[in-house]
């Protein structure tokens, strides 16, 4: 008793430290839960309205303006390397400041998939749906937090997003639920991917290697789980630029190189 008594706040220390693990691993499985939920909920929308998409590409907002992460800039986050969109400003009232994103944090990933450059968050934002719930990894200081926002639809005084859709000569579809390839990527651990529906004849894909029945995993080392996914990561390419493709052709992998080529239509 008099040992307790003496070494009181030691004993006070260490239950504090292990009621923090215990609450620090609950609030972890819940954000877990929660984001692999969001994954789930990517592979089981609706077939996506292709025309629409076109037409809807580049409408949704977030009120962020973003740029390249420096080296100091991932210094001073603490981050391992230079990757993800700083956040330079947010426009007062958006939904970007609504979700407690402030200038100086840096996004680090969109709906589940790695962001390296300030490019690849504006082209998953502009193939984003507006008023669909999106989630976003930020690094805040020393901490990173997942944000859940609904992007509203871009304000008219702005100028218009600009969209390119380089010639890869693919016809392509979400994989279908319950299809043989549904079946291989759920073997191979993945979360969806994108079906080669059609190749043309001569074309940037199939001059690449890309046939009719592969599935499409990646493009350019960020993993491809959806039609969405994939356009809007396409749109972001140029004429001339190599992509790499990592695709499910049976019952193995491969990589593949293509070089994309101007639009034809």
Not at 77 to 102: F, T
Not at 146 to 173: D, I, M, N, Q, W
Request: aromatic share 10%; charged share 25%; proline share 4%.
């Amino acid at each position: 008793m008099y040992f307790i008594k003496k070494n009181w706040l030691i004993f006070v220390t260490i239950i504090s430290l292990i009621l923090n693990v215990i609450a620090g691993f609950c609030l972890y499985q819940n954000s877990k839960t929660t984001i692999d939920d969001h994954e789930k909920n990517l592979t089981e929308q609706i077939p996506l309205d292709y025309e629409n998409f076109k037409t809807q590409w580049g409408k949704a907002w977030l009120g962020l303006k973003v740029s390249d992460v420096t080296p100091e800039m991932a210094a001073r986050a603490m981050l391992d390397r230079p990757e993800g969109a700083y956040v330079n400003s947010v426009a007062n009232g958006s939904p970007a400041q609504k979700a407690d994103i402030e200038p100086g944090n840096i996004i680090l990933s969109f709906n589940g998939r790695k962001i390296r450059t300030a490019t690849q968050f504006q082209n998953d934002l502009s193939g984003s749906e507006v008023g669909g719930e999106i989630y976003m990894c930020v690094s805040k200081a020393d901490y990173r937090v997942t944000v859940y926002v609904l992007p509203e639809e871009r304000p008219s005084y702005l100028p218009a997003v600009v969209k390119t859709y380089p010639f890869l000569g693919v016809t392509v579809s979400d994989v279908a639920d319950g299809s043989n390839e549904a079946e291989k990527i759920e073997e191979a651990g993945k979360a969806g991917g994108v079906f080669v529906e059609k190749v043309i004849s001569n074309s940037p894909a199939e001059k690449g290697g890309l046939l009719e029945g592969d599935v499409i995993m990646s493009f350019n080392s960020r993993k491809t789980r959806t039609l969405r996914e994939f356009l809007s990561d396409l749109a972001g390419f140029q004429p001339g630029e190599i992509v790499r493709m990592c695709i499910i052709r049976g019952d193995y992998r491969k990589t593949i190189d293509v070089t994309l080529a101007h639009n034809i239509i």
